[in-house]
Nanobody, 121 residues
Framework: QVQLVESGGGLVQPGGSLKLSCTDS????????MGWFRQAPGKEREFVAT???????VYGDSVKGRFTISRDNTKNTVYLQMNRLKPEDTAVYYC???????????????WGQGTQVTVSS
C-alpha cells in the first residue's frame, strides 16, 4: 500500500522560493514514477512535473526553468524545488505515484492530500 504525505507548503512573496516534499510510506517507491500536480481555485488540476524511476524528468510549460523535481530513493521522498514563484503559482499541490513518468492524472494510482502554496505580497 502506498501512502503519500506532502509537506513544505506555505506563504511566500513573489520571486521567492519554496521546496515541497512528498514521502511515500510504501515499499515500492524506487520503482514508481512520482508526479506533482496543482489545482488553483476554480480551475482544473494541472500537471507540474514528474520523475521516473530512472530519474527522467518532464515539466509543465508554465514551470519549466523555475521548478526542479528530484527524488531520494533512500528516503522514499520526492521533492519539488520552486524558484521565482509567481502569484499564478498559487494552488494546492499534490504528489502522486504511478507506473510511468506521465503528464496525465489517469496514469497515477495513488495521491497525497495536498499542500497549499500561496504566492502573495
Amino acid at each position: 500500500q502506498v501512502q503519500l504525505v506532502e509537506s513544505g507548503g506555505g506563504l511566500v512573496q513573489p520571486g521567492g522560493s519554496l521546496k515541497l516534499s512528498c514521502t511515500d510510506s510504501g515499499r515500492t517507491f524506487s520503482s514508481n514514477a512520482m508526479g506533482w500536480f496543482r489545482q488553483a481555485p476554480g480551475k482544473e488540476r494541472e500537471f507540474v512535473a514528474t520523475i521516473g524511476w530512472s530519474g527522467i524528468t518532464v515539466y509543465g510549460d508554465s514551470v519549466k526553468g523555475r521548478f526542479t523535481i528530484s527524488r531520494d530513493n533512500t528516503k522514499n521522498t520526492v521533492y519539488l524545488q520552486m524558484n521565482r514563484l509567481k502569484p499564478e503559482d498559487t494552488a494546492v499541490y499534490y504528489c502522486a505515484a504511478g507506473n510511468g513518468a506521465a503528464r496525465v492524472e489517469r496514469e497515477y494510482e495513488f495521491w497525497g492530500q495536498g499542500t497549499q502554496v500561496t504566492v502573495s505580497s
